[in-house]
Protein backbone atom coordinates (compact mmCIF):
# COMPACT_ATOMS: atom_id res chain seq x y z
CA UNK A 1 0.00 0.00 0.00
CA UNK A 2 2.90 2.71 0.99
CA UNK A 3 4.83 1.72 -2.36
CA UNK A 4 1.71 2.48 -4.15
CA UNK A 5 1.23 5.39 -2.58
CA UNK A 6 4.52 6.13 -3.10
CA UNK A 7 4.13 6.09 -6.67
CA UNK A 8 0.62 8.07 -6.96
CA UNK A 9 2.56 11.09 -5.21
CA UNK A 10 5.45 10.57 -7.51
CA UNK A 11 3.32 10.57 -10.43
CA UNK A 12 1.70 14.00 -8.89
CA UNK A 13 4.82 15.09 -8.51
CA UNK A 14 5.21 15.32 -11.93
CA UNK A 15 3.03 18.05 -12.37
CA UNK A 16 3.87 21.37 -13.15
CA UNK A 17 1.06 22.99 -11.16
CA UNK A 18 0.80 26.48 -12.08
CA UNK A 19 0.77 25.24 -16.63
CA UNK A 20 -1.83 21.95 -15.10
CA UNK A 21 -4.32 24.79 -13.85
CA UNK A 22 -3.93 26.85 -16.56
CA UNK A 23 -4.95 23.65 -18.44
CA UNK A 24 -7.67 22.62 -16.46
CA UNK A 25 -9.27 26.26 -17.26
CA UNK A 26 -8.62 26.24 -20.33
CA UNK A 27 -10.40 22.89 -21.22
CA UNK A 28 -13.39 24.09 -18.54
CA UNK A 29 -14.03 26.61 -20.86
CA UNK A 30 -12.57 24.48 -24.23
CA UNK A 31 -15.87 22.31 -23.43
CA UNK A 32 -18.05 24.98 -22.67
CA UNK A 33 -17.65 26.84 -26.34
CA UNK A 34 -18.32 23.58 -27.63
CA UNK A 35 -21.40 22.88 -25.87
CA UNK A 36 -22.34 26.35 -27.19
CA UNK A 37 -21.15 25.16 -30.75
CA UNK A 38 -23.16 22.02 -30.80
CA UNK A 39 -25.23 21.22 -28.28
CA UNK A 40 -25.29 18.67 -25.35
CA UNK A 41 -26.97 16.43 -27.54
CA UNK A 42 -24.85 15.98 -30.41
CA UNK A 43 -22.06 13.24 -30.64
CA UNK A 44 -19.51 15.84 -30.73
CA UNK A 45 -19.38 17.12 -27.22
CA UNK A 46 -19.28 13.85 -25.94
CA UNK A 47 -16.31 13.22 -28.00
CA UNK A 48 -14.77 16.22 -27.28
CA UNK A 49 -14.74 15.37 -23.92
CA UNK A 50 -12.79 12.17 -24.26
CA UNK A 51 -10.45 13.66 -26.65
CA UNK A 52 -9.54 16.08 -23.55
CA UNK A 53 -9.34 13.38 -20.79
CA UNK A 54 -7.45 11.25 -23.22
CA UNK A 55 -4.93 14.15 -24.33
CA UNK A 56 -4.52 14.52 -20.18
CA UNK A 57 -3.84 11.10 -19.58
CA UNK A 58 -1.15 11.69 -22.50
CA UNK A 59 0.06 14.67 -21.17
CA UNK A 60 0.41 12.46 -17.40
CA UNK A 61 2.37 9.80 -19.19
CA UNK A 62 4.67 11.85 -21.02
CA UNK A 63 6.15 14.73 -18.08
CA UNK A 64 7.32 11.45 -16.61
CA UNK A 65 9.59 10.44 -19.01
CA UNK A 66 12.95 12.50 -18.41
CA UNK A 67 13.82 14.52 -21.11
CA UNK A 68 17.39 13.29 -21.82
CA UNK A 69 15.21 9.92 -22.73
CA UNK A 70 13.31 12.10 -25.07
CA UNK A 71 16.28 13.42 -26.57
CA UNK A 72 18.17 10.38 -27.20
CA UNK A 73 15.30 8.81 -29.15
CA UNK A 74 15.03 12.24 -31.14
CA UNK A 75 17.18 11.41 -34.16
CA UNK A 76 15.23 7.91 -34.25
CA UNK A 77 11.51 9.48 -33.92
CA UNK A 78 12.71 12.03 -36.80
CA UNK A 79 13.24 9.55 -39.37
CA UNK A 80 10.49 7.09 -38.38
CA UNK A 81 8.61 10.24 -39.45
CA UNK A 82 9.87 11.53 -42.48
CA UNK A 83 9.24 7.41 -43.55
CA UNK A 84 5.62 7.87 -42.76
CA UNK A 85 5.48 11.11 -44.64
CA UNK A 86 7.32 9.10 -47.79
CA UNK A 87 4.05 6.20 -47.13
CA UNK A 88 1.72 9.26 -47.32
CA UNK A 89 3.51 10.62 -50.93
CA UNK A 90 3.46 7.01 -52.53
CA UNK A 91 0.46 4.89 -50.49
CA UNK A 92 -1.48 7.42 -48.93
CA UNK A 93 -5.74 7.91 -48.86
CA UNK A 94 -6.98 10.81 -50.34
CA UNK A 95 -9.84 12.66 -49.25
CA UNK A 96 -11.44 15.94 -50.43
CA UNK A 97 -8.71 16.50 -52.57
CA UNK A 98 -6.00 15.83 -50.05
CA UNK A 99 -3.55 13.30 -49.59
CA UNK A 100 -2.80 12.94 -46.02
CA UNK A 101 -3.66 10.00 -44.59
CA UNK A 102 -1.74 6.54 -43.98
CA UNK A 103 -4.18 3.52 -43.71
CA UNK A 104 -1.74 0.67 -41.56
CA UNK A 105 -4.84 -1.84 -41.16
CA UNK A 106 -6.83 -1.01 -38.27
CA UNK A 107 -6.85 2.49 -38.99
CA UNK A 108 -5.86 5.55 -40.20
CA UNK A 109 -3.45 8.55 -39.35
CA UNK A 110 -2.31 11.18 -39.98
CA UNK A 111 1.78 11.67 -39.91
CA UNK A 112 2.14 15.42 -40.64
CA UNK A 113 0.83 15.99 -37.32
CA UNK A 114 3.47 14.59 -34.90
CA UNK A 115 6.16 16.71 -37.20
CA UNK A 116 4.57 19.18 -35.09
CA UNK A 117 6.59 17.71 -32.42
CA UNK A 118 9.29 16.01 -33.62
CA UNK A 119 10.71 18.70 -35.42
CA UNK A 120 11.81 21.09 -32.56
CA UNK A 121 12.81 18.02 -30.26
CA UNK A 122 15.08 16.97 -33.32
CA UNK A 123 16.63 20.22 -34.50
CA UNK A 124 17.19 20.88 -30.39
CA UNK A 125 18.50 17.12 -30.07
CA UNK A 126 21.28 18.29 -33.33
CA UNK A 127 21.96 21.90 -31.48
CA UNK A 128 22.33 20.24 -28.34
CA UNK A 129 25.23 18.11 -29.66
CA UNK A 130 26.64 20.72 -31.19
CA UNK A 131 26.94 23.14 -28.63
CA UNK A 132 30.25 22.44 -27.39
CA UNK A 133 31.57 24.02 -30.70
CA UNK A 134 31.14 27.60 -32.24
CA UNK A 135 28.16 27.31 -34.48
CA UNK A 136 28.45 28.27 -38.09
CA UNK A 137 26.66 28.96 -41.42
CA UNK A 138 27.09 25.24 -42.25
CA UNK A 139 24.83 23.94 -38.83
CA UNK A 140 22.10 26.48 -39.64
CA UNK A 141 22.42 24.83 -43.19
CA UNK A 142 21.74 21.14 -42.23
CA UNK A 143 19.37 22.18 -39.69
CA UNK A 144 17.52 24.22 -42.48
CA UNK A 145 17.85 20.89 -44.68
CA UNK A 146 16.19 18.75 -41.68
CA UNK A 147 13.30 21.19 -41.06
CA UNK A 148 12.86 21.34 -45.53
CA UNK A 149 12.24 18.07 -45.72
CA UNK A 150 9.22 17.31 -43.49
CA UNK A 151 7.93 21.14 -44.82
CA UNK A 152 8.07 19.88 -48.73
CA UNK A 153 6.33 16.73 -48.05
CA UNK A 154 3.46 18.19 -46.23
CA UNK A 155 2.83 21.17 -48.72
CA UNK A 156 2.40 18.37 -51.52
CA UNK A 157 -0.13 16.90 -49.55
CA UNK A 158 -1.48 19.34 -49.58
CA UNK A 159 -1.70 20.51 -46.04
CA UNK A 160 0.00 24.36 -45.55
CA UNK A 161 -1.72 24.65 -41.93
CA UNK A 162 0.44 22.23 -40.90
CA UNK A 163 3.79 22.55 -42.96
CA UNK A 164 3.87 26.30 -41.49
CA UNK A 165 3.40 25.17 -38.30
CA UNK A 166 5.82 22.76 -38.31
CA UNK A 167 8.41 25.26 -40.12
CA UNK A 168 7.62 27.98 -37.58
CA UNK A 169 8.44 25.61 -34.69
CA UNK A 170 11.80 24.87 -36.47
CA UNK A 171 12.31 28.17 -36.95
CA UNK A 172 12.13 28.68 -33.23
CA UNK A 173 14.50 26.75 -32.48
CA UNK A 174 16.91 28.26 -34.83
CA UNK A 175 16.14 31.31 -33.11
CA UNK A 176 17.00 30.05 -29.81
CA UNK A 177 20.12 28.44 -30.61
CA UNK A 178 21.41 31.59 -32.14
CA UNK A 179 20.12 32.39 -35.65
CA UNK A 180 22.37 35.79 -36.59
CA UNK A 181 20.14 38.61 -37.26
CA UNK A 182 22.30 38.99 -40.29
CA UNK A 183 19.84 36.35 -41.95
CA UNK A 184 16.76 37.80 -39.91
CA UNK A 185 17.19 41.29 -41.29
CA UNK A 186 17.33 40.02 -45.17
CA UNK A 187 14.82 37.36 -44.95
CA UNK A 188 12.07 39.81 -43.16
CA UNK A 189 13.07 42.66 -45.63
CA UNK A 190 12.53 40.18 -48.97
CA UNK A 191 8.95 39.45 -46.73
CA UNK A 192 7.39 42.56 -46.64
CA UNK A 193 8.45 43.80 -49.97
CA UNK A 194 6.91 40.35 -51.26
CA UNK A 195 2.94 41.44 -49.27
CA UNK A 196 3.70 44.55 -50.68
CA UNK A 197 4.56 43.66 -54.44
CA UNK A 198 0.88 41.18 -53.43
CA UNK A 199 -1.16 44.29 -52.53
CA UNK A 200 0.27 46.22 -55.52
CA UNK A 201 -0.62 43.71 -57.99
CA UNK A 202 -3.63 42.17 -56.39
CA UNK A 203 -6.00 43.02 -59.36
CA UNK A 204 -3.81 40.79 -61.63
CA UNK A 205 -2.64 38.12 -59.28
CA UNK A 206 -6.40 37.62 -58.11
CA UNK A 207 -8.01 37.16 -61.96
CA UNK A 208 -8.83 34.15 -63.04
CA UNK A 209 -7.15 32.99 -65.60
CA UNK A 210 -3.67 33.73 -63.36
CA UNK A 211 -1.94 30.94 -62.28
CA UNK A 212 0.35 31.43 -59.22
CA UNK A 213 2.69 28.02 -59.97
CA UNK A 214 3.77 27.76 -56.66
CA UNK A 215 0.55 27.59 -55.12
CA UNK A 216 -2.70 25.23 -55.67
CA UNK A 217 -5.74 27.40 -56.72
CA UNK A 218 -7.72 26.53 -53.80
CA UNK A 219 -4.87 28.17 -51.79
CA UNK A 220 -4.39 31.01 -54.24
CA UNK A 221 -7.73 31.76 -53.29
CA UNK A 222 -7.51 31.64 -49.79
CA UNK A 223 -5.29 34.60 -50.01
CA UNK A 224 -7.31 36.63 -53.17
CA UNK A 225 -10.06 36.16 -50.71
CA UNK A 226 -8.18 37.71 -47.23
CA UNK A 227 -7.30 40.85 -50.01
CA UNK A 228 -10.98 41.16 -50.87
CA UNK A 229 -13.77 38.59 -49.17
CA UNK A 230 -16.21 40.33 -51.07
CA UNK A 231 -15.00 38.39 -54.37
CA UNK A 232 -16.78 35.42 -54.10
CA UNK A 233 -18.99 36.36 -50.98
CA UNK A 234 -21.46 33.12 -51.34
CA UNK A 235 -18.03 30.80 -52.06
CA UNK A 236 -14.76 31.27 -50.92
CA UNK A 237 -14.90 34.31 -48.84
CA UNK A 238 -18.21 33.34 -47.00
CA UNK A 239 -16.45 32.11 -44.38
CA UNK A 240 -14.61 34.73 -43.67
CA UNK A 241 -17.58 37.77 -43.77
CA UNK A 242 -19.84 35.27 -41.80
CA UNK A 243 -16.98 35.27 -39.08
CA UNK A 244 -16.12 38.71 -39.13
CA UNK A 245 -20.10 39.40 -38.51
CA UNK A 246 -20.00 37.45 -35.75
CA UNK A 247 -17.10 38.64 -34.22
CA UNK A 248 -18.07 42.03 -34.72
CA UNK A 249 -22.22 41.34 -33.43
CA UNK A 250 -20.83 40.46 -30.34
CA UNK A 251 -19.95 44.36 -29.52
CA UNK A 252 -18.43 44.84 -26.29
CA UNK A 253 -20.33 42.12 -23.90
CA UNK A 254 -21.73 39.63 -25.89
CA UNK A 255 -25.29 38.07 -26.63
CA UNK A 256 -24.60 35.66 -24.13
CA UNK A 257 -24.26 32.26 -23.70
CA UNK A 258 -25.83 29.97 -26.45
CA UNK A 259 -27.16 33.14 -27.99
CA UNK A 260 -25.43 33.95 -30.89
CA UNK A 261 -27.84 34.17 -33.78
CA UNK A 262 -24.76 33.52 -36.17
CA UNK A 263 -23.76 30.04 -34.56
CA UNK A 264 -27.05 29.29 -33.67
CA UNK A 265 -28.91 29.60 -36.67
CA UNK A 266 -25.63 27.95 -38.56
CA UNK A 267 -24.10 30.98 -40.18
CA UNK A 268 -20.46 30.37 -39.13
CA UNK A 269 -19.50 27.17 -41.69
CA UNK A 270 -16.76 25.04 -39.39
CA UNK A 271 -18.07 26.61 -36.21
CA UNK A 272 -16.86 23.47 -34.41
CA UNK A 273 -13.33 23.55 -35.54
CA UNK A 274 -11.71 26.15 -37.57
CA UNK A 275 -13.91 29.00 -36.74
CA UNK A 276 -14.84 28.13 -32.87
CA UNK A 277 -13.30 31.85 -31.65
CA UNK A 278 -16.09 33.10 -33.84
CA UNK A 279 -18.52 31.39 -31.57
CA UNK A 280 -16.89 32.24 -28.40
CA UNK A 281 -16.47 36.42 -29.73
CA UNK A 282 -20.14 36.59 -30.95
CA UNK A 283 -21.45 35.16 -27.09
CA UNK A 284 -18.83 36.75 -24.85
CA UNK A 285 -17.86 39.56 -26.80
CA UNK A 286 -15.01 41.83 -26.30
CA UNK A 287 -14.20 41.18 -22.75
CA UNK A 288 -14.57 37.54 -23.34
CA UNK A 289 -12.06 37.44 -26.18
CA UNK A 290 -9.49 39.90 -24.24
CA UNK A 291 -10.05 37.04 -21.32
CA UNK A 292 -9.22 34.29 -23.54
CA UNK A 293 -6.27 35.52 -25.00
CA UNK A 294 -5.27 36.53 -21.44
CA UNK A 295 -5.63 32.86 -20.57
CA UNK A 296 -3.52 32.17 -23.71
CA UNK A 297 -1.05 34.51 -23.16
CA UNK A 298 -0.63 33.14 -19.12
CA UNK A 299 0.03 29.76 -20.71
CA UNK A 300 2.05 30.73 -23.05
CA UNK A 301 4.58 32.58 -20.87
CA UNK A 302 4.43 29.59 -18.17
CA UNK A 303 5.82 27.62 -20.99
CA UNK A 304 8.63 30.38 -21.86
CA UNK A 305 9.66 30.43 -18.15
CA UNK A 306 10.23 26.72 -18.31
CA UNK A 307 12.56 27.35 -21.03
CA UNK A 308 14.32 29.97 -18.87
CA UNK A 309 14.79 27.91 -16.11
CA UNK A 310 15.50 24.45 -18.15
CA UNK A 311 18.54 22.05 -17.20
CA UNK A 312 20.10 22.09 -20.96
CA UNK A 313 20.03 23.79 -24.12
CA UNK A 314 18.19 20.51 -25.47
CA UNK A 315 15.39 21.69 -22.80
CA UNK A 316 15.83 25.25 -23.66
CA UNK A 317 15.09 24.89 -26.94
CA UNK A 318 12.71 22.23 -27.22
CA UNK A 319 10.81 24.33 -24.51
CA UNK A 320 11.05 27.59 -25.93
CA UNK A 321 10.14 26.45 -29.60
CA UNK A 322 6.85 24.37 -27.54
CA UNK A 323 5.71 27.51 -26.37
CA UNK A 324 6.27 30.33 -29.12
CA UNK A 325 4.16 27.09 -31.74
CA UNK A 326 1.09 27.42 -28.85
CA UNK A 327 1.44 31.20 -29.82
CA UNK A 328 1.51 30.46 -33.36
CA UNK A 329 -2.06 28.50 -33.12
CA UNK A 330 -3.59 31.42 -31.67
CA UNK A 331 -2.34 33.91 -33.86
CA UNK A 332 -2.59 32.25 -36.81
CA UNK A 333 -6.40 31.34 -35.75
CA UNK A 334 -7.53 34.49 -34.48
CA UNK A 335 -5.81 36.46 -37.47
CA UNK A 336 -7.69 33.83 -39.88
CA UNK A 337 -11.28 34.89 -38.38
CA UNK A 338 -11.11 38.47 -37.92
CA UNK A 339 -9.83 38.27 -41.47
CA UNK A 340 -6.28 39.56 -41.22
CA UNK A 341 -4.82 36.11 -42.28
CA UNK A 342 -5.77 33.74 -44.98
CA UNK A 343 -7.65 30.69 -44.36
CA UNK A 344 -4.98 27.87 -43.53
CA UNK A 345 -6.78 25.45 -41.76
CA UNK A 346 -4.89 25.80 -38.47
CA UNK A 347 -7.29 24.94 -35.20
CA UNK A 348 -7.05 27.19 -31.62
CA UNK A 349 -5.86 25.22 -29.27
CA UNK A 350 -7.89 23.40 -26.60
CA UNK A 351 -10.88 25.21 -28.31
CA UNK A 352 -11.94 23.38 -31.52
CA UNK A 353 -13.02 19.82 -32.06
CA UNK A 354 -10.90 17.23 -32.64
CA UNK A 355 -8.77 14.49 -31.21
CA UNK A 356 -5.53 14.82 -32.91
CA UNK A 357 -4.65 18.21 -32.04
CA UNK A 358 -5.67 17.60 -28.78
CA UNK A 359 -2.88 14.99 -28.43
CA UNK A 360 -0.31 16.70 -30.20
CA UNK A 361 -0.71 19.36 -27.39
CA UNK A 362 -1.08 17.10 -24.96
CA UNK A 363 2.28 15.87 -25.57
CA UNK A 364 3.34 19.18 -25.70
CA UNK A 365 2.36 20.52 -22.52
CA UNK A 366 3.46 17.04 -20.97
CA UNK A 367 6.95 17.80 -22.43
CA UNK A 368 7.30 21.19 -20.93
CA UNK A 369 5.89 20.13 -17.76
CA UNK A 370 8.84 17.25 -18.02
CA UNK A 371 11.01 19.94 -18.76
CA UNK A 372 10.09 21.72 -15.57
CA UNK A 373 10.37 19.12 -12.64
CA UNK A 374 13.11 17.57 -14.22
CA UNK A 375 16.31 17.65 -12.15
CA UNK A 376 19.72 15.75 -13.42
CA UNK A 377 21.16 13.52 -11.05
CA UNK A 378 23.88 14.53 -8.69
CA UNK A 379 27.24 13.50 -9.55
CA UNK A 380 29.29 11.43 -7.30
CA UNK A 381 31.17 13.93 -4.72
CA UNK A 382 28.67 16.70 -5.13
Sequence with gaps: MRLIWQGIVKAFNSFDWPLFILLVLMAVLGLTVMHSAVGSTDWRFAEQSKHFFLAFVVMWVVACI?????????????????????GVEFLGVTSKGATRWLDIGFMQIQPSEMLKITVPISL????????????NVLDFLVASLLLAIPFILIVRQPDLGTALLVLATGFFV???AG?????????????VVGLSLILYYEDTLCAPGFDWVVLHNYQKNRVCTLLDPSLDPLGKGFHTIQSMIAVGSGGVYGKGYMLGTQSQLDFIPERTTDFVFAVFAEEFGLYGGIMLLVLYALIILRGLAIAVHAKSQYSRLVAGSLALMLFTYVFVNV???????????IPLPFMSYGGTALLTLGVACGMLMGISRYRPPQKAGH
Excluded at 179 to 191: D, G, M, N, Q, T
Excluded at 335 to 345: A, D, E, I, Q
Design 66 to 86: PPPWIMRLAPYVYIFAIVLLL
Design 174 to 176: MYF
Design 124 to 135: AWYFHKRQKTDL
Design 179 to 191: LSFKILVPAALVL
Design 335 to 345: GMVTGVLPVVG
